[in-house]
């Protein structure tokens, strides 16, 4: 699957400095109501539940926080590379820098499943999380994340 689909040049967004978790899902759910007309509320409620069940830190600095939310016509996704890590609770126990937001509408789970699958995979590449962190724009770091090399 090729991320361009759901994600747009100007939902990736680089060098933001959060100081918490909390901090970075409230900032995250803004962006997405911002873009999707969706109530903030209720993205970032979605959000911080998934997060309850287990966190959605897979490791090597990256974090890819997901959830359905109810009147999302078409998955929405957005890529954030942080300024300095941050603890997110990841599975090794290692700072998260490198974010990426998907959400989906609840009906469709199965192309929500193949993103996230896309997205783990292309994070778990020896090379693009270092990509991704060098990034000197958006639009490299976009390039980067939807090569489908």
């Given at each position: 699957?090729?991320?361009?689909?759901?994600i747009?040049?100007?939902?990736?967004?680089?060098?933001?400095?959060?100081?918490?978790?909390?901090?970075?899902?409230r900032?995250?759910?803004?962006?997405?109501?911002?873009?999707?007309?969706?109530?903030?509320?209720?993205?970032h409620?979605a959000?911080?539940?998934?997060?309850?069940?287990?966190?959605?830190?897979?490791?090597?600095?990256?974090?890819?926080?997901?959830?359905p939310?109810?009147?999302?016509d078409a998955?929405?996704a957005?890529?954030?590379?942080l300024?300095?890590?941050?603890?997110?609770?990841?599975?090794d126990?290692l700072?998260?820098?490198?974010?990426?937001?998907?959400?989906?509408?609840?009906?469709?789970?199965?192309?929500?499943?193949?993103?996230?699958?896309?997205?783990a995979?292309?994070?778990?590449?020896?090379?693009?999380?270092?990509?991704?962190?060098?990034?000197?724009?958006?639009?490299?770091?976009?390039?980067t994340?939807?090569?489908?090399?």
């Amino acid at each position: 699957m090729n991320l361009s689909s759901v994600i747009a040049p100007q939902d990736v967004i680089l060098d933001l400095s959060v100081p918490t978790k909390a901090v970075l899902i409230r900032m995250l759910a803004t962006h997405a109501a911002a873009r999707t007309g969706l109530e903030e509320d209720v993205i970032h409620t979605a959000l911080m539940g998934r997060e309850k069940l287990g966190s959605t830190g897979i490791g090597n600095g990256v974090a890819i926080p997901h959830a359905p939310v109810a009147g999302l016509d078409a998955p929405f996704a957005t890529l954030v590379v942080l300024r300095k890590p941050i603890e997110f609770d990841a599975v090794d126990d290692l700072p998260v820098d490198i974010v990426f937001l998907l959400l989906s509408g609840r009906e469709r789970t199965s192309d929500y499943l193949k993103i996230l699958a896309a997205v783990a995979r292309k994070t778990r590449d020896e090379q693009v999380p270092g990509l991704l962190r060098r990034a000197h724009s958006p639009a490299e770091a976009f390039s980067t994340l939807t090569d489908s090399a």
